[in-house]
C-alpha cells in the first residue's frame, strides 16, 4: 500500500485553467486526468495527522490576505526533468513568501528541487517528447488572449489516494476560515 503523500494547490478555474487542461489532454491524452492548478507546498509525507496539518493552515492561511498573481512564458524543466509548465511572473515572491510559510511543523519537508512558482502544463516520459509538447505548448500560449493573471484566494490540501490520484481534502482560504 502507497504511504499517502499531501500537497497544497491553488487551483486554475478561469480560462488559463481551461487553457492548460485542454493542452494538457492534446499533449499527453494517456495520462489520468488532473485539475489545473498552482503548488504551493509540492508532495510530501505528514509529520503528524491530517487533523494537524488542516489545523495549522487553517491558522497560517487565515493571517494571509488573497493575492493575484500573473503568469509568464512557457518553460521546461529539462533536463532535470521531462515537465513543460508556465512560470509565475508578476506575483510570485508572494507564492514563495507563502511556500516558506507553510513549509513547517507538520507539513515540513526537504523539497526535492528549490520550490518555483509555476503552472505544470505536462510531464512527459522523455526529454525528446517534452521538447516536442515545449514547442507546441509555447506557440499556443503566445496566441492565448485572455488575461494571465490568476487571484489566489484559497488553496486547497489534497492526498494521493494512489499514484496519480489525488483527493480533496478540504478548502483553506485565505484570510478566513476553513471550507468542509
Known sequence: MLTPRYALV?????????FVERLRRQLHPELPHLA????????RLLKGTERSALEMLEETCSRVAPFEVALGEVETFIP??????IRVGEGSYRMRELHEQLNTK??????????????????MSAEPQAQQAYRVAHQL?????CSREIQVSELT???????????DLAGVPLGGQLVS
Open 10 to 18: 491553488a487551483y486554475v478555474r478561469n480560462p488559463v485553467g481551461e
Open 157 to 167: 490540501f489534497v492526498r494521493e489516494d494512489e499514484q496519480n490520484c489525488w483527493v
Open 141 to 145: 500560449w503566445a496566441h492565448f488572449e
Open 80 to 85: 532535470r526533468t521531462p515537465t513543460v509548465f
Open 106 to 123: 507538520t507539513l515540513a519537508a526537504q523539497e526535492e528541487w528549490p520550490y518555483m512558482p509555476h503552472l505544470t502544463i505536462v510531464k
Open 36 to 43: 489545473a492548478h498552482l503548488t504551493v507546498l509540492p508532495p
